[in-house]
């Protein structure tokens, strides 16, 4: 599992550098598939981790303690990456203009 998420993690990785490296709005389209593709197996990775898709409980966890956490950081890393990805897909400009 750990070499699943880290492959996941990294595809997640060159995908936001491919659309950090595109220039034109265009090739940042082009590019939206792939960036699904890689949000998706990220959440598909995530589901499995946290029981949500197989039944109740962390069943995707492991039981040993210290690889439980390294799965946990993991997890955090994936999440953190595809919170990344969303921003960029939002429009600059102020993040509130609530009062």
């Known amino acids: 599992m750990a ?9 997640m990785q060159d995908t936001h550098q491919k659309m950090m490296d595109a220039k034109t709005p265009e ?3 082009a590019l939206m598939a ?7 197996d990220g959440m598909g ?3 499995q981790l946290s029981g949500r898709g197989a039944g109740a409980g962390m069943k995707g966890m492991p039981a040993d303690p210290k ?8 997890r955090m890393d994936m999440m953190q990456m ?10 600059a400009g ?3 203009t609530a009062k």
Do not use: F, L, N, V
């Not at 792939?34 to 998706?40: F, G, I, L, P, S």
């Open 3 to 11: 070499m699943a998420m880290a492959t996941t993690i990294k595809a």
């Open 27 to 29: 090739e940042r389209q």
């Open 34 to 40: 792939e960036r699904m593709k890689a949000m998706q």
């Open 45 to 47: 990775m995530m589901k």
């Open 67 to 74: 690889a439980r956490m390294e799965a946990m950081e993991q």
């Open 82 to 91: 595809m919170m990344e990805m969303m921003m960029e897909c939002m429009p």
């Open 94 to 96: 102020p993040a509130s």
